[in-house]
């Protein structure tokens, strides 16, 4: 778990500069389309590499179930509201 957390930051990092980068293309050298494109790359890693990395990592170990709204949880908070 620990591995995949070092993970995830370094991979955060890595799109994180090359967004920078991205931006520095287009204002300063003028590169307009060169730009887009690898902020558009940097977008596109962040959501189908970074996303599901982090993903997994939260919800790694905890149940669905406890943050599903089911006839028990209802009941349970029911409860709580009585009380």
């Not at 591995?3 to 050298?29: C, D, F, N, R, S």
């Not at 890693?45 to 599903?68: H, N, Q």
């Amino acid at each position: 778990m620990k591995l995949l957390g070092t993970l995830t930051k370094i991979v955060a990092i890595i799109i994180g500069i090359a967004i920078l980068v991205g931006l520095y293309v287009m204002q300063v050298e003028n590169d307009e389309a060169l730009g887009d494109r690898i902020v558009g790359l940097s977008v596109l890693a962040s959501v189908f590499i970074l996303l599901p990395m982090f993903l997994v990592l939260r919800w790694r170990g905890k149940k669905l179930e406890d943050y599903t709204l089911s006839d028990k949880n209802i009941k349970k908070m029911k409860d709580r509201k009585k009380k």
